[in-house]
């Protein structure tokens, strides 16, 4: 699937070879659309970035590829607490949001992120792009006050949750499958 001039086969495809001594023919392969994507995460459109989001756990379980990190000293400066990864906007690529929080549980002894958070710097609505973005899809859409849901049927994404100032992704844990 191409998206934005970036071809996002790598975030699905098996890598079905250990390479000892020798370059690894998946990233030889997939290498500059990686570079495409990371760039696109760090300066595209916000709207187009959680549309990226959307769709690379719409209908599979993706590679766990999404940093927003300045740099790897940033991506240090991280805040660990409570099964949760929080970076703040000093340490984040981009000046458009306020804070990024992934949260952590273990499946199987391998750690997944089960839930990504955005806060944004001012405000956004989203929600024709999520309706746009998970047609073909099932899903409900539902108002707690200033929150809209949507819960998703038979896919790796559980529910969004959209506020003027936040974008919430959960994962369905009972579909999602780690790739290495």
């Known amino acids: 699937m191409e998206f934005e001039g970036i071809n996002l086969g790598f975030l699905w495809h098996d890598i079905n070879e250990k390479i000892l001594d020798a370059p690894n023919p998946f990233d030889e392969k997939w290498r500059s659309d990686m570079v495409k994507y990371g760039k696109f995460n760090d300066s595209g459109p916000l709207e187009k970035v959680l549309q ?52 952590k549980k273990d499946q199987n002894g391998l750690e997944i992120y089960t839930e990504i958070l955005f806060e944004f710097t001012g405000s956004h609505n989203f929600t024709g792009m999520v309706e746009k973005t998970l047609k073909g899809k099932v899903f409900t859409k539902s108002l707690q006050g200033s929150k809209t849901i949507f819960k998703v049927n038979d ?6 949750e959209l506020t003027p100032k936040s974008f919430k992704l959960k994962i369905n844990d009972q579909i999602y499958k780690y790739k290495y």
Request: glycine share 2%.
């Open 52 to 103: 990226l989001l959307i769709i690379a756990y719409k209908n599979d379980s993706p590679r766990v590829m999404f940093t927003l990190s300045k740099d790897i000293e940033s991506a240090g400066k991280a805040i660990y607490k409570d099964n949760q990864v929080i970076q703040l906007r000093d340490h984040l690529a981009r000046t458009d949001i306020e804070k990024f929080i992934r949260t």
């Open 155 to 160: 896919s790796p994404i559980d529910s969004i």
